[in-house]
């Protein structure tokens, strides 16, 4: 006798060995696509990798190195605790020297070649302006340039996002505070490239608005040539203020040689200022510099996110402070947040869906807002003052 209900059990469990096999190769189909275009932008079974471009050698490869700091402390932070969904982050970090050609093709590199999932932190205004294109023509998002350029936030794109007030804001405030306290005359010191030229435009523009007169104007060159020319044209006028659109050693070496001239006045110098470089070259000459800033003060403890920053830097042997640090800190800090948003297997689009639905994300004291039409987030600008041993005093 045949056992017609074994033979229909067998029959039933290989259908559903079979069905289960189907939907085991369906699923797989679908899997398989999605994982080779997450590791194609920047997603492995292990890591995420960022790409950014910024200046390891050169003349402002001292500011970014403390920008770096502060981001490496965050994502050291995060690795050492599982990563974000299990993935490691890693930032592939390529020289530029300051060079907006070499920007290009570092963004391209880390786009095509080292196949990078987002672009964070490029150093400096030319830079950045020289990758965004690229950036938005292969649909890469730009998150979190350390630069206040307005040309990166006065025309909207989907690929940027910036979490600081920029140039415009921080120049307003210092042409502002000239005419509100009656000096209501300046000089302006500015770098010659697009960032220089730039932030001109906006002293010119704030200036007529407060009646401030501009003395005189003169370009200061990134290689530090013809320094002596600069000084002499902004001192000619006598200045009782010296608004300088620079960053870095240029900055630092215009004050150096203004006041070894016998020259005195009071400058103004914005957040990408290093307050380390400054009382390094100047000493107790720095007493006395306005400098604005856009991020929390990374003493002031009452801010939560200070307080973890802190306890990262020391238990990293690092103890002297800097703004710069804690702008690359928090910009990391936005970063993890919207990869851990942006779904197991986060893709470019999904990161950019992330920050725009961020909204209001406040990191500890510091809120971070963007949206689909708000891509610049950022309203905070301190202007500060350096005392004899180089601490900011308000």
Same mark, same amino acid.
């Given at each position: 006798?045949?056992?017609?209900?074994?033979?229909? %059990?067998?029959?039933?469990?290989?259908?559903?060995?079979?069905?289960?096999?189907?939907?085991?190769?369906?699923?797989?189909?679908?899997?398989? +696509?999605?994982?080779?275009?997450?590791? =194609?932008?920047?997603?492995?079974?292990?890591?995420?990798?960022?790409?950014? @471009?910024?200046?390891?050698?050169?003349?402002?490869?001292?500011?970014? @190195?403390?920008?770096?700091?502060?981001?490496?402390?965050?994502?050291?932070?995060?690795? %050492?605790?599982?990563?974000?969904? !299990?993935?490691?982050?890693?930032?592939?970090?390529?020289?530029?020297?300051?060079? +907006?050609?070499?920007?290009?093709?570092?963004?391209?590199?880390?786009?095509?070649?080292?196949?990078?999932?987002?672009?964070?932190?490029?150093?400096?205004?030319? *830079? @950045?302006?020289?990758?965004?294109?690229?950036?938005?023509?292969?649909?890469?998002?730009?998150?979190?340039?350390?630069?206040?350029?307005?040309?990166?936030?006065?025309?909207?794109? %989907?690929?940027?996002?910036?979490?600081?007030? *920029?140039?415009?804001?921080?120049?307003?405030?210092?042409?502002?505070?000239? /005419?509100?306290?009656?000096?209501?005359?300046?000089?302006?010191?500015?770098?010659?490239?697009?960032?220089?030229?730039?932030?001109?435009?906006?002293?010119?523009?704030?200036?007529?608005?407060?009646?401030?007169?501009?003395?005189?104007?003169?370009?200061?060159?990134?290689? !530090?040539?013809?320094?002596?020319?600069?000084?002499?044209?902004?001192?000619?006028?006598? +200045?009782?203020?010296?608004?300088?659109?620079?960053?870095?050693?240029?900055?630092?070496?215009?004050?150096?040689?203004?006041?070894?001239? /016998?020259?005195?006045?009071?400058?103004?110098?914005?957040?990408?200022?290093?307050?380390?470089?400054?009382?390094?070259? $100047?000493?107790?000459?720095?007493?006395?510099?306005?400098?604005?800033?856009?991020?929390? =003060?990374?003493?002031?403890?009452?801010?939560?996110?200070?307080?973890?920053?802190?306890? $990262?830097?020391?238990?990293?042997?690092?103890?002297?402070?800097?703004?710069?640090?804690?702008? !690359?800190?928090?910009?990391?800090?936005?970063?993890?947040?919207?990869?851990?948003?942006?779904?197991?297997?986060?893709?470019?689009? @999904?990161?950019?869906?992330?920050?725009?639905?961020? %909204?209001?994300?406040?990191?500890?004291?510091?809120?971070?807002?963007?949206?689909?039409?708000?891509?610049?987030? !950022?309203?905070?600008?301190?202007?500060?003052?350096?005392?004899? =041993?180089?601490?900011?005093?308000?």
């Amino acid at each position: 006798m045949i056992d017609c209900t074994a033979g229909a %059990r067998n029959r039933a469990s290989g259908g559903l060995a079979r069905r289960r096999a189907m939907l085991a190769a369906l699923a797989a189909a679908w899997i398989r +696509p999605s994982l080779a275009l997450a590791k =194609s932008e920047g997603v492995t079974d292990s890591e995420i990798l960022i790409g950014q @471009s910024c200046q390891l050698t050169g003349p402002l490869a001292a500011l970014t @190195s403390e920008v770096r700091a502060g981001a490496k402390l965050h994502f050291d932070e995060v690795n %050492r605790n599982g990563g974000i969904h !299990g993935r490691q982050v890693r930032v592939i970090a390529l020289d530029d020297a300051y060079d +907006p050609k070499r920007a290009a093709e570092n963004t391209v590199k880390l786009i095509e070649e080292e196949n990078v999932l987002a672009l964070f932190q490029y150093a400096g205004t030319p *830079g @950045s302006l020289a990758a965004v294109p690229i950036a938005e023509q292969k649909k890469v998002p730009f998150l979190s340039p350390f630069t206040g350029s307005d040309a990166l936030r006065n025309k909207f794109s %989907r690929y940027v996002f910036n979490i600081k007030a *920029g140039y415009g804001d921080e120049l307003e405030a210092m042409v502002k505070q000239i /005419g509100s306290i009656g000096i209501n005359k300046a000089a302006v010191v500015y770098l010659n490239n697009s960032f220089g030229t730039g932030g001109l435009a906006q002293v010119e523009k704030s200036a007529a608005a407060h009646r401030v007169e501009i003395l005189s104007k003169a370009a200061l060159e990134v290689d !530090g040539s013809k320094l002596d020319a600069t000084v002499a044209a902004t001192a000619k006028a006598q +200045p009782p203020a010296v608004i300088i659109v620079s960053a870095g050693k240029p900055s630092v070496d215009f004050i150096d040689a203004y006041l070894k001239a /016998g020259h005195r006045s009071t400058f103004y110098m914005l957040s990408v200022t290093s307050n380390t470089q400054l009382v390094q070259v $100047l000493g107790p000459r720095a007493r006395g510099i306005v400098i604005s800033q856009v991020v929390p =003060s990374p003493w002031n403890q009452s801010v939560k996110l200070v307080r973890e920053f802190q306890n $990262l830097a020391r238990a990293a042997g690092l103890n002297e402070f800097t703004f710069s640090e804690m702008e !690359g800190y928090l910009a990391a800090n936005v970063l993890t947040d919207a990869l851990k948003r942006a779904g197991r297997v986060p893709t470019r689009e @999904s990161l950019i869906k992330a920050l725009e639905d961020m %909204r209001r994300l406040d990191l500890g004291g510091y809120v971070v807002e963007l949206s689909p039409t708000k891509h610049s987030s !950022g309203k905070l600008v301190d202007l500060l003052i350096l005392d004899a =041993s180089g601490k900011f005093r308000k």
